[in-house]
């Protein structure tokens, strides 16, 4: 009987799979993070025989040169992916063994990217589940523009065509079983559900149910924003990862901090946005470590510069640090763990700003406040509706656009309050008045503010 274990990094939006039979396994697109792949292989008692990689991944550095190194597998990488090490190249229709009556099958579903490989798992010559990386996803399919603006079109009629090959080899019962899809930036839209099967999606995916031309110009329509790192992922991937180091950063104490900011470098505060609003130090910015703490850092910080990593405890450093690793940010400069009243220099005080919700900013704007709305909000969120004459200024984009900000106290929102908050942090740490909004949109409308959509326009 074979098994599949799935393994979640939430913070990306990506799944990992440890899949075999009672000896031995394989394992379906690792992150760097190797060490719980290698744990659940333990506990299950198997030797990890093969690492499979879908594609060079675009929005993650991958563990699989380091696991497969560590574990002696045989390290799977489709052919026509270009790489600068030793790797099994794999071709259509190849075959790897994983365990007694258990074979690995590769299918090439191009249109994540030109070499996108899909793995059919077979028991016993019996299609049982199919590893879809950034091809066939729950409900979508993987972007088809990560690689390269030309080839985004082709692309995305090499998706259409590969979800329906899928569709038609495999029998409607096979598990569906994606590596996007699950907030990540690499689908191509909002995905549902945490399972699925061949015919599941030929019930429900767009990619199944519409002709090809409606379903590539639905797809290139709907295409969102690009988190900035992917650029170095691509590259990364390609080259060679280095293997992981988690080992606990240096500690700062405040002097430290304070000369790090002053020398222009990024100081992040890794507490919820509650405690960052009520208390920090001037100059830090705020991603909690509970949000998605790796794709907006990694995608709003200059590549390269020192990182310094504020936090209450060891253990949200530790996490902080290897959720960065996944994409790059290898190693913090230094951290410290307390509070602000130990981060500030002598002399100094931590500062604060208010937070809020769409009622209160209805109530400034009727009392005739000098009220400025920032909207950090993605522009496909945006055009779903905004609130009239606020500014749009995505969350991604603030930092390098403070410039554009109007004059007053910046009311800053998003869709729900995490945005918001690294938003407000950005503009406080430059000196501007600012209020959080702490409040879902769908407040805004009934908080009397007005709306616009761009179907009114």
Known sequence: MFFVDVLDTSGLGNRSYLAGGARSAVVVDP??????L??????????????????????????GLELAR??????????????????????????????????????????????HTSYVLHESGRAVAAFTGGSLLIGSVGRPDLVEPRLTEQLAHAQHASAHRLAAELDDEVAVLPTHGFGSFCSAARTGGAHSTIGAEKAANPALAQD??????????????????????????????APVDLTEPRRADAAE???RLAAGEWVVDLRGRVAFAAGHVAGAFNFAVDGQLATYLAWMIPWGKPVTL???????????????????????????????DDWVADGSRPVSFPRAAFADLAAARRRGEDVVVVDVRRAAERAEGWIQDSVHLPVHEIHRRLDEVPPGTVWVHCAGGMRAAIAASVLDAAGRRVVAVDDGFASAASAGLPLVSRTRD
């Open 70 to 115: 560590v574990t002696g597998a045989r390290y799977l990488v489709p052919a026509g992916a270009e790489v600068a090490y030793d790797r099994v190249a794999v071709a259509d229709g190849d075959t790897e063994p994983v365990d007694d009556r258990l074979v690995l099958r590769a299918v090439a579903t191009p249109g994540h990217t030109p070499h």
């Open 212 to 241: 090809v031309e409606t379903f590539v110009e639905e797809l290139l329509a709907g295409l969102d924003d690009v988190p900035a790192y992917y650029a170095h992922m691509g590259p990364v991937n390609a080259g060679g990862p």
């Open 257 to 259: 901090i304070a000369r």
């Open 310 to 340: 504020l936090a209450e405890s060891a253990r949200d450093v530790a996490r902080a640090q290897r959720e960065l690793a996944r994409v790059g940010i290898d190693r913090p400069a230094a951290a410290a763990v307390g509070s602000p």
């Open 38 to 63: 290698i744990a659940e292989a333990a506990r299950r008692g198997v030797r990890i025989v093969a690492v499979a990689e879908t594609h060079v991944h675009n929005d993650y550095v991958t563990g």
């Open 31 to 36: 992150p760097r993070d190797i060490d719980r």
